[in-house]
C-alpha cells in the first residue's frame, strides 16, 4: 500500500436520509444560540451559598497563609544551622532555637485571626532576618580580628 492512500480518506457513498434521521441529526447537532445557553446546557447550576463563598474564600487564605507559616519555620530551622557554639548550659544555641521556634509555633498553631496571624509572620520573618544579620556582623568582626592577628604575629 502507498503512503498516500494511507492518508487520504475514504469516499463513503451518500445514502438518502429519511426525514425523521434528518431531523434527530440537526438537533444533535445544532448548536447553541448564546454562551450562556451553551453553560446552562452543559454545566451543572449551583447556587453557592453566600457561606459556602465565604467558606471557600477562608479555605484559601488559610492554605496560602499555611504555606507562609510553613517556609517560615523551614526558614528558621535552615538558619539555625548556623548557631553551632553551646550556651551556658553547655546546649548548642542551635537546638535552643529550634526548641524556642517550636514552641512559639505550636502556642500559635489554632489562631485564625488573619490580623494576628499576619502580624506574627511579619514578626518571625523580621527576627530571622536580624540574627542572620547579627550573626554575619558578628562573622566578619571575628575574621577582621583573626586577619589582625595574623598580620600582627608576623
Same mark, same amino acid.
Given at each position: 500500500m502507498a503512503a498516500s492512500s494511507l492518508f487520504r480518506p475514504k469516499l463513503r457513498r451518500r445514502l438518502p436520509l429519511s426525514t425523521s434521521s434528518l431531523?434527530?441529526?440537526r438537533s444533535l447537532h445544532e448548536g447553541p444560540d448564546t454562551v450562556e445557553e451553551l453553560l446552562e446546557r452543559h454545566l451543572v447550576n449551583k447556587s453557592p451559598r453566600d457561606g459556602e463563598e465565604d467558606? *471557600?474564600?477562608a479555605r484559601r487564605r488559610l492554605t496560602s497563609t499555611r504555606r507562609e507559616? *510553613? +517556609?517560615l519555620y523551614r526558614d528558621i530551622l535552615r538558619a539555625t544551622r548556623f548557631f553551632t557554639w553551646p550556651d551556658s548550659r553547655g546546649v548548642p544555641?542551635?537546638?535552643?532555637l529550634?526548641?524556642?521556634?517550636?514552641?512559639e509555633f505550636e502556642e500559635a498553631r489554632f489562631e485564625r485571626d488573619p490580623e494576628v496571624v499576619t502580624r506574627l509572620l511579619i514578626g518571625g520573618?523580621?527576627?530571622?532576618? $536580624?540574627a542572620l544579620d $547579627? *550573626?554575619?556582623e558578628a562573622s566578619k568582626k571575628a575574621m577582621a580580628e583573626d586577619e589582625e592577628q595574623?598580620? +600582627? +604575629?608576623?
Amino acid at each position: 500500500m502507498a503512503a498516500s492512500s494511507l492518508f487520504r480518506p475514504k469516499l463513503r457513498r451518500r445514502l438518502p436520509l429519511s426525514t425523521s434521521s434528518l431531523i434527530a441529526r440537526r438537533s444533535l447537532h445544532e448548536g447553541p444560540d448564546t454562551v450562556e445557553e451553551l453553560l446552562e446546557r452543559h454545566l451543572v447550576n449551583k447556587s453557592p451559598r453566600d457561606g459556602e463563598e465565604d467558606e *471557600l474564600d477562608a479555605r484559601r487564605r488559610l492554605t496560602s497563609t499555611r504555606r507562609e507559616v *510553613l +517556609g517560615l519555620y523551614r526558614d528558621i530551622l535552615r538558619a539555625t544551622r548556623f548557631f553551632t557554639w553551646p550556651d551556658s548550659r553547655g546546649v548548642p544555641w542551635r537546638d535552643v532555637l529550634r526548641e524556642n521556634a517550636r514552641r512559639e509555633f505550636e502556642e500559635a498553631r489554632f489562631e485564625r485571626d488573619p490580623e494576628v496571624v499576619t502580624r506574627l509572620l511579619i514578626g518571625g520573618r523580621d527576627a530571622v532576618q $536580624k540574627a542572620l544579620d $547579627k *550573626l554575619v556582623e558578628a562573622s566578619k568582626k571575628a575574621m577582621a580580628e583573626d586577619e589582625e592577628q595574623r598580620r +600582627g +604575629g608576623r
